[in-house]
């Protein structure tokens, strides 16, 4: 392939992967079967009795009553959910999945609450090591492989 | 997403196992490796918004959803395909499977409804039931793809060379 029609293929398909990528981002909503968090944050009453789905920060725990304050964050702004029946270990800055159905006062009384992050320094573990494997991997593809600059072109080395 | 580094653990293990049986050269595990780290480019938003000190640019960290999901990722990994010259054929089918292995990592994560993300999208929106196997925090994840991939490797050199340290070690060694 030449140089250039190489070139002019890769950037229509990272055009097309971008395009692909707004697309599922203006239209993830429709698909999702729960209401979404600005939904549920502007018109709360509407959806009392509803199955929902919500993802946030953890706010604060009282174990002794079984209720977890979580922090819903989407684009435009933020609510705090009240969820009760909230059996999950984790502190404060940790991240959690609630499933439940939706009750006045913007509670969730959940079916299921999973802990995505037990805290707050989950986050940095995850990036911490998503870097070293991201360093490993460049280096051992170069320890197999060099990049000829005048053919554009990867060669085993 | 599981980790960066163990989404490009989970092909070494799977192909290096594989070359047992079928001749699969070395420098071809590598690709797939890196195709695998190809979807978690979804979050080199966050590296360059952070640089950047900006949350969004025009929508651009909307785009960027594409990347982890079947389209995106068989997408990209012919855009990177095209650079191995004659060999893009190849290439692509290394660095495709190298990203399917991540999506489907991905879609064993936990989920509370228990039901994975959208990660078939464009080919549909149906969400695939997920076994909430693990969450990513959780460093046994990383401690059980360590684990396989160094016993991967021993045997794998035990394969080879008959011994388990290299020829040049085994012979100070001895």
Redo the contacts between chains.
Sequence with gaps: ?HTFV?IL??LI??A???????????H?SD?WEYPTYEELDRQPGEYVGEQV?VQGDVVEVDATVGTGWVRVMYAGGAFTATVDGFDASVRPGGVV???GVFRPGRAVAAE???????AGA??A???V??????L???A??F???R?DLQ??????R | MADLLTHVLVPYVVLTVTSWWVEVPRQWVVVAMCGAAIPDLVKAKIVVFGLLDVRSVFGVDLAFAGFNRLGGALLLAAAVAVFFGDRWRRAYAFIAFGGLSSLLVDGLRVYADGRADFYLYPLTWWRPPTPSLYVTSDPRVLGTALTVSIAVFLADRYRRHGRLLPDGEASAAE
């Design positions: 392939m190489r293929v890769a398909l990272v097309g992967v971008f395009g692909l990528g707004t697309h599922y981002s203006t993830r698909h789905f999945q609630v499933y299921t609450v999973r802990v995505v992050n037990p989950s986050k573990y995850k990036y090591v998503s870097a070293v494997g991201a490993f991997v460049l051992l593809f320890r197999y492989w990049f053919t554009l072109t990867f060669e085993v």
